[in-house]
């Protein structure tokens, strides 16, 4: 069995940082793309930004030049820095990893971690 596990979520000042932590635990055989979506209220989930096996990164345009995402694949876990954060980034952060666990290739999905910017 697969978890994903994120930490670091919590409230902080418009212009602020934070940085939220995700870790796959369990059987894995290997993760390919793992990423970081999030959900405001009222509104649709939505990319943040996602990072392949291979180190290749892409963002939200939201958050190209304020987020950065990292990888440790000796420890099965991402990163997500946030810096200049605004109100609008305001939402639960999900954790997400493509894995493969015996012979199953699947997504998987943390739990979600809240993630406030007050004004």
């Known amino acids: 069995q697969v978890q994903l596990v994120e930490s670091g979520g919590g409230m902080v000042q418009a212009g602020g940082s934070l940085r939220v932590s995700c870790a796959a635990s369990g059987s894995i055989f290997s993760i390919n793309a793992m990423g970081w979506d999030r959900q405001a209220p009222g509104k649709q989930r939505e990319l943040v930004a996602y990072?392949?096996?291979?180190?290749?990164?892409n963002y939200a345009d939201s958050v190209k030049g304020r987020f950065t995402i990292n990888r440790d694949n000796d420890k099965n876990s991402v990163y997500l820095q946030m810096n200049s954060l605004k109100p609008e980034d305001t939402a639960v952060y999900y954790c997400?990893?493509?894995?493969?666990?015996?012979?199953?290739?699947?997504?998987?999905w943390g739990q979600g971690t809240q993630v406030t910017v007050s004004s």
């Open positions: 990072i392949t096996s291979g180190g290749s990164t």
């Open positions: 997400n990893a493509e894995i493969k666990s015996g012979s199953y290739l699947r997504e998987y």
